[in-house]
């Protein structure tokens, strides 16, 4: 008897299924019927497998196969015939360890290597056998059979067994059809479940920042002309401060490509800029206070239009870091990198917040192109006159980035930004002048940058980056008057360093400041005399994979560009909650 159809293997129980189809090909090879069998495929319910392994005993002899009732048995291997994968009998009694079915079963285990046993390589068998575990491990046993036979090791197989086999096979078909209804209908359940795997999820991620922060000094600082008007310096406000700042990110996906993101904010964390040390130089990178007044601070949608090609779309809150390589590897982060505005990174990147796109093009696998467009907040949603999306102040970014290598990043970046009230150039993050170098007069710059990163090793990288700004009054009374604003700073990154998931940096560099301006307003020139310095260290000690204390110290030379200003300090210790 040859066999050329399909057939289906089904052990059902509890909505454990195992599944086996198979095509059993006869051939004649040098005279004689040789079967060879293809497994389809196989899916074992891991709980009915596991039930089978746990029954398996461990016999102290081998059973010889040839004392089992073997009723009109073959004589050769070449005229085994009817052999089939064994099929579910639900309604049949256990198996115990004295049949003779039970012992024929663990003879061929143990002569094939069928069931390797428990996962900590017990092998145990004091107890007797479902019909459904039974079956797992003959059906198991015919697979391994089913490859010595498909793989030309035929004869690795003895006759015995294979008349064996037919037999057990035999006495376990009287159920085939009445599960085979039941298979049918799981083979559509699971063919819907294998085209719908993914389903739209929304995912909460929260951040909790306490910070403890003060600011200490001799006085306030003044500026160049205020100090050539002489102003006094009125006292620095150095109590130390408690506060807050709460993030809940709900990101969802509906392709499981993208992410559609709204984020509500909270936080009462007084910023140390002009009001509280006379300079934004010692602002905080996480500052913020809306008396922690709960908000959308962020609202966007980020999606993919190919393989190489992503969109970033927001409403509310774009940032360029968001999207754009900045390359301040562990510095960039505001709850867990550098605790300054500045020293966080490049202040190119700060030319705007709000509204926006942005579309990363990636090149090639070195080079990726970046083009973005944000406005201000508060100012995209806003139709009156001089303000908007295309009527208002706007920036606009460009930049290649190379990465050759896994350890070395080169970013080449263009911004041009347009103020309406002169304010914001520098994303306050520099002097006073070179955030507003025309005092309040319309203002379009246009800023270029060089930043550079390189892993010298697992635990050493340094970040580095330059920046030159033109920028250019548009009033009709200050027309035409140009400031050159410049700023450069190097990140030194110790990850790992004490040990594994803690962090070490500094930062040194001199934040913008205005070296050249034609503006001239009475004594005022809005130009600073001399150069300031930015100094940071801070240590990130990771406590578990949800709690990181960092502490750390800014200190601002020659703060607002006035070497007549005594130096600031900014002790921080900042306490991040993620879950």
Same mark, same amino acid.
């Given at each position: 008897?040859?066999?050329d159809?399909?057939?289906?293997?089904?052990?059902?129980?509890?909505?454990?299924?195992?599944?086996?189809?198979?095509?059993l090909?006869?051939?004649?090879c040098?005279?004689?019927?040789?079967?060879?069998?293809?497994l389809?495929?196989?899916?074992?319910?891991?709980?009915?497998?596991g039930?089978?392994?746990?029954?398996?005993?461990?016999?102290?002899?081998?059973?010889?196969?040839?004392?089992?009732?073997?009723?009109?048995?073959?004589?050769?291997?070449?005229?085994?015939?009817?052999?089939?994968q064994?099929?579910?009998?639900?309604?049949?009694?256990?198996?115990?360890?004295?049949?003779?079915?039970?012992?024929?079963?663990?003879?061929?285990v %143990?002569r094939?290597?069928?069931?390797?046993?428990?996962p900590?390589q017990?092998?145990?068998?004091?107890?007797?056998?479902?019909?459904? %575990?039974?079956?797992?491990?003959?059906?198991?046993?015919?697979?391994?059979?089913?490859?010595?036979?498909?793989?030309?090791?035929a004869?690795?197989v003895n006759?015995e067994?294979?008349?064996?086999?037919?037999?057990?096979?035999? &006495?376990?078909t009287? %159920?085939?059809?009445t599960?085979?209804?039941?298979?049918?209908?799981?083979?559509a359940?699971?063919?819907?479940? %294998?085209?719908?795997?993914?389903?739209?999820?929304?995912?909460?991620r929260?951040?909790?920042v306490?910070?403890?922060?003060g600011?200490?000094?001799?006085?306030?600082?003044?500026?160049?002309?205020?100090?050539?008007?002489?102003?006094?310096?009125?006292?620095?406000? &150095?109590?130390?401060?408690f506060?807050?700042?709460?993030r809940?990110?709900?990101?969802?996906?509906?392709?499981?490509?993208?992410?559609?993101?709204?984020?509500?904010?909270?936080?009462?964390?007084?910023?140390?800029?002009t009001?509280v040390?006379?300079?934004?130089?010692?602002?905080?990178?996480?500052?913020?206070?809306?008396?922690?007044?709960?908000?959308?601070?962020?609202?966007?949608?980020r999606?993919?239009?190919?393989?190489?090609?992503t969109?970033?779309?927001?409403?509310?809150?774009?940032?360029?870091?968001?999207?754009?390589?900045?390359?301040s590897?562990?510095?960039?982060?505001?709850?867990?990198?550098?605790?300054?505005?500045?020293?966080?990174?490049?202040?190119?990147?700060r030319?705007? &917040?709000?509204?926006g796109?942005?579309?990363?093009?990636?090149?090639?696998?070195?080079?990726?192109?970046?083009?973005?467009?944000?406005?201000?907040?508060?100012?995209?949603?806003?139709?009156?006159?001089?303000?908007?999306?295309?009527?208002?102040?706007?920036s606009?970014?460009g930049?290649?980035?190379?990465?050759?290598?896994?350890?070395?990043?080169?970013?080449?970046?263009?911004?041009?930004?347009y103020?309406?009230?002169?304010s914001?150039?520098?994303?306050?993050?520099?002097?006073?002048?070179?955030?507003?170098?025309?005092n309040g007069a319309?203002?379009?710059?246009n800023?270029?940058?060089?930043?550079?990163?390189?892993?010298?090793s697992?635990k050493?990288?340094?970040?580095?980056?330059?920046s030159?700004?033109?920028?250019?009054?548009e009033n009709?009374?200050?027309?035409?008057?140009?400031?050159?604003?410049?700023?450069?700073?190097?990140?030194?990154?110790?990850?790992?360093?004490?040990?594994?998931?803690n962090?070490?940096?500094?930062?040194?560099?001199?934040?913008?400041y205005?070296?050249?301006?034609?503006?001239?307003?009475?004594?005022?020139?809005?130009?600073?005399?001399?150069?300031?310095?930015?100094?940071?260290?801070?240590?990130?000690?990771?406590?578990?994979?949800?709690?990181?204390?960092?502490?750390?110290?800014?200190t601002i030379?020659?703060? &607002?560009?006035?070497?007549?200003?005594?130096?600031i300090?900014?002790?921080?210790v900042?306490?991040?909650?993620?879950?």
């Amino acid at each position: 008897m040859k066999f050329d159809n399909i057939c289906d293997l089904a052990i059902s129980r509890n909505l454990n299924v195992i599944k086996i189809d198979f095509l059993l090909i006869s051939t004649r090879c040098e005279g004689t019927f040789v079967q060879k069998f293809w497994l389809n495929s196989l899916l074992f319910s891991p709980a009915i497998l596991g039930l089978f392994i746990v029954a398996l005993p461990a016999m102290g002899s081998e059973v010889p196969l040839n004392q089992a009732p073997t009723t009109n048995q073959p004589s050769s291997f070449s005229s085994a015939e009817n052999i089939e994968q064994v099929t579910s009998v639900s309604q049949l009694s256990d198996v115990k360890p004295t049949d003779w079915a039970f012992q024929a079963l663990q003879s061929l285990v %143990e002569r094939y290597g069928c069931i390797a046993g428990y996962p900590n390589q017990t092998y145990r068998g004091n107890r007797g056998l479902t019909r459904y %575990e039974f079956a797992a491990g003959l059906n198991a046993c015919l697979d391994q059979i089913n490859q010595l036979i498909a793989t030309s090791t035929a004869d690795l197989v003895n006759k015995e067994d294979l008349a064996t086999l037919q037999k057990l096979q035999e &006495e376990y078909t009287a %159920e085939l059809q009445t599960v085979r209804g039941r298979v049918d209908a799981l083979e559509a359940r699971s063919a819907t479940l %294998e085209s719908q795997q993914f389903s739209i999820t929304t995912q909460l991620r929260g951040e909790a920042v306490f910070a403890l922060a003060g600011a200490f000094g001799s006085d306030r600082a003044i500026n160049s002309d205020a100090q050539n008007r002489g102003d006094t310096r009125p006292e620095l406000d &150095e109590n130390v401060i408690f506060a807050d700042r709460v993030r809940l990110n709900f990101d969802s996906s509906f392709t499981g490509k993208d992410r559609l993101r709204v984020r509500l904010q909270a936080r009462n964390i007084t910023s140390f800029n002009t009001g509280v040390t006379g300079t934004n130089q010692t602002r905080l990178g996480f500052d913020g206070n809306e008396s922690n007044n709960v908000s959308v601070s962020a609202l966007f949608y980020r999606f993919p239009v190919s393989d190489s090609t992503t969109f970033n779309i927001a409403t509310e809150g774009l940032e360029y870091i968001d999207e754009v390589p900045a390359l301040s590897r562990n510095f960039d982060s505001s709850g867990s990198g550098a605790l300054s505005r500045f020293g966080r990174y490049n202040p190119i990147y700060r030319a705007a &917040e709000g509204p926006g796109i942005i579309i990363n093009q990636k090149l090639n696998n070195a080079l990726t192109l970046t083009a973005g467009y944000v406005v201000p907040s508060g100012v995209g949603n806003d139709p009156s006159n001089g303000r908007g999306l295309f009527n208002g102040s706007y920036s606009a970014l460009g930049q290649l980035t190379f990465q050759p290598t896994s350890e070395l990043s080169l970013a080449f970046t263009y911004v041009n930004a347009y103020y309406t009230d002169g304010s914001g150039v520098t994303g306050s993050t520099g002097t006073g002048f070179a955030n507003n170098p025309f005092n309040g007069a319309r203002t379009s710059v246009n800023n270029y940058s060089v930043t550079g990163n390189y892993k010298l090793s697992p635990k050493f990288t340094i970040t580095a980056w330059g920046s030159y700004a033109n920028a250019q009054a548009e009033n009709t009374d200050v027309a035409r008057s140009n400031a050159e604003i410049w700023n450069w700073a190097v990140q030194l990154g110790f990850p790992d360093f004490g040990r594994k998931g803690n962090f070490g940096g500094i930062v040194f560099g001199v934040p913008p400041y205005v070296a050249d301006n034609q503006f001239v307003s009475g004594n005022n020139r809005r130009q600073d005399d001399d150069i300031s310095y930015h100094l940071e260290a801070f240590y990130r000690y990771k406590l578990n994979d949800n709690i990181a204390i960092t502490p750390g110290l800014i200190t601002i030379f020659n703060p &607002e560009g006035n070497s007549n200003n005594s130096n600031i300090y900014v002790g921080v210790v900042r306490t991040t909650f993620t879950f």
